[in-house]
């Protein structure tokens, strides 16, 4: 079918649209945007810049997705916004290009962003984010699949959320927090591995007994982070799946991994 446009909405010349798609009174599409197929505008939502959207995704009243970065060091060209399918982002929320030209702000697949959220410039999003209302992300930060951010949680520049962790409400996260943990405090510190997140996830006792290994490890047995990450490569698990995530990200930490609580 083709694309339900309101009468009052503003589509530009040189915008997309895929099949089905439905764009609400006083939307507004700008002339670089692709939306894909079923993919849903409500009144007053609105898509600008060099954004492409999947299928299936949902922009809630006065949500913004593609403007312009609010970095400073910002110097012209085409910069973007691509985002996979079945995302909902719901009233207010923000999500701003990259800087650079020819960069994205990048965000996957059947992630929920609450009301009055934001997604700065050159973010990397993974997919099945669930972020509550008031998140946000400061520039250049990436989060990885299966992750949860509580209401008003904040995140510092160029920090990692590893895969399946959790940052809890109101907190502030200025290092990487590992895949599997739940930070909490201002600044967050690691509190505990996030057992109830993994186990509705599928995760198997033994898999969960891993995971209960690496914690104790990197955060209860008084050991500095060299000390512990070199205990993680020397244990029997180091091949299994668990302890190879926490080491590839551990690898890859540029701010340094959280600390644990004391």
């Known amino acids: 079918m083709a694309a339900r446009i309101h009468s ?3 589509v530009e010349d040189g915008a997309e649209l895929g099949a089905d798609v439905e764009i609400g ?12 197929a079923r993919t849903r505008l409500h009144h007053h939502a609105s898509v600008e810049g060099n954004t492409h959207l999947g299928e299936a995704c949902e ?17 012209g060209g085409n910069p973007g916004v691509r985002i996979g399918a079945r995302n909902v982002f719901r009233e207010y929320f923000t999500v701003h290009a990259a800087t650079n030209d020819g ?40 989060v990885e699949d299966h992750v949860v951010i509580g209401g008003y949680g904040g995140v510092h520049q160029f920090c990692r959320i590893g895969a399946h962790a959790m940052l809890s409400a109101t907190a502030k996260l200025v290092q990487d927090l590992p895949p599997f943990f739940i930070a909490d405090g201002t600044p967050a510190v690691v509190r505990a591995f996030n057992k109830v997140g993994l186990e509705r996830r599928g995760y198997a006792p ?12 990197l955060y209860r047995d008084g050991l ?13 698990n180091a091949e299994t799946a668990e302890f190879k995530l926490m080491l590839e990200f551990a690898g ?4 340094g991994i959280a600390p644990g609580a004391s």
């Open 8 to 10: 009052t909405a503003v």
């Open 25 to 36: 009174a006083f939307a507004f599409v700008g002339a670089g945007v692709r939306l894909g």
């Open 59 to 75: 922009i809630f009243p006065y949500a913004n997705i593609g403007g312009k970065t609010q970095d400073l060091k910002y110097k």
């Open 103 to 142: 960069d994205f702000t990048t965000v996957g697949d059947d992630n929920t962003f609450l009301a009055y959220g934001h997604i700065a410039h050159d973010c990397v999003v993974g997919s099945h984010v669930v972020a509550s209302n008031g998140m946000m992300l400061a520039g250049h930060v990436t």
């Open 206 to 217: 033994e898999q969960l007994e891993r995971v209960k290994q690496i914690y104790r490890v």
């Open 224 to 236: 500095n982070r060299t000390q512990a990450l070199d205990k993680l490569r020397a244990h029997a």
């Open 252 to 255: 890859k930490s540029e701010r």
